[in-house]
C-alpha cells in the first residue's frame, strides 16, 4: 500500500483513474470525485460521488467499494476512499 499521507500528483491521479475505471466496469458512474485531508484523518481521502448510491444501503456502497478497490488492486487506509451520494456530508 502506498503512503497515503504524503501521494505525489502522479499517485493521485493513478488512484483515482483506477478506481473510477473500477466502479465503471460494474456499472458505477462517478459524477464528482475530490481529493482532501481531513483534520482528523492523518492521511490523503478520496471522496467519489454517486447517484447511485441515492437508491443503495450504506452494506451496498461499501460492497461495491470494496469490489471495486480489489478489481483495481488498491489498497487504502480505512475511509481512504468514500463513495457516496451527491452533496452528502
Not at 501521494?7 to 458512474?29: M, P, R, T, W, Y
Not at 478497490?69 to 481512504?80: E, H, R, T
Request: glycine residues 4%.
Amino acid at each position: 500500500m502506498s503512503d497515503w499521507t504524503n501521494l505525489s500528483e502522479d499517485e493521485i491521479k493513478n488512484i483515482e483513474a483506477k478506481i473510477v475505471a473500477a466502479l465503471n466496469s460494474i456499472g458505477i458512474k462517478v459524477a464528482k470525485a475530490r481529493w482532501n485531508m481531513p483534520g482528523p484523518l492523518p492521511h490523503w481521502q478520496l471522496m467519489l460521488e454517486t447517484p447511485w448510491c441515492a437508491s443503495m444501503s450504506r452494506n451496498d456502497i461499501d460492497r461495491a467499494l470494496e469490489q471495486a478497490m480489489a478489481s483495481a488492486g488498491i489498497q487504502a487506509p480505512m475511509n481512504g476512499i468514500m463513495l457516496k451520494r451527491p452533496h452528502e456530508k
